[in-house]
């Protein structure tokens, strides 16, 4: 596996345009705005693919997350990269997701990271054999369960806006949302 800092990626304005672009390690030194996917997998029982990021991640090491996913590589569609990074991510093959929404992420606090998140949803009905050297735990959880751990544990701070985020959609698409609020202090 290559080095994560040496990926190159594309680098964009806020309305999503591209600009440039730059390895990984100096678009976090610079705080330069990037693309990312995320994707929200649930098995057919509706629980939901919940993990713990390794302590190597260059951003939020050892912080729970209920998205896989990560950085789009130069060149590639948000589409080619969801479908990577869950493959990657779960170990699996065929996997097909869906978009949902995008919306750019600036990191909270005074934090100068920035990337344009495309969300996705996928339903995986087969065993994962996740990637060791990007997931250190990982487990389906129920709505309630995750309730339960977003309000005990430190969760990935763009993972805990899309998830508000995603929620807020499917309440106002007159959908049920699953009651997995967001605890404040977590991040």
Request: proline content about 6%.
């Amino acid at each position: 596996m290559t080095d994560p800092a040496e990926e190159l990626l594309d680098i964009v304005d806020d309305n999503d345009r591209v600009i440039g672009t730059a390895l990984r390690g100096e678009v976090y030194r610079q705080g330069l705005t990037h693309r990312c996917v995320f994707i929200m997998v649930r098995d057919p029982a509706g629980r939901i693919f919940v993990h713990r990021r390794t302590d190597t991640k260059l951003f939020a090491p050892g912080a729970y997350d209920m998205w896989v996913g990560g950085v789009v590589g130069s060149g590639e569609t948000y589409a080619e990269a969801a479908v990577r990074e869950a493959e990657e991510e779960l170990g699996v093959r065929g996997i097909a997701p869906r978009p949902i929404f995008k919306f750019l992420f600036r990191e909270p606090e005074g934090g100068k990271l920035s990337w344009w998140c495309d969300m996705y949803e996928a339903e995986w009905d087969g065993p994962v054999s996740p990637q060791e050297s990007e997931v250190a735990w990982h487990a389906w959880l129920t709505p309630a369960e995750l309730s339960e751990r977003l309000a005990r544990d430190t969760f990935v701070p763009d993972g805990l806006e899309a998830y508000r985020r995603y929620l807020e959609r499917q309440e106002g698409q007159g959908r049920p949302a699953d009651r997995a609020e967001p605890a404040s202090g977590s991040a």
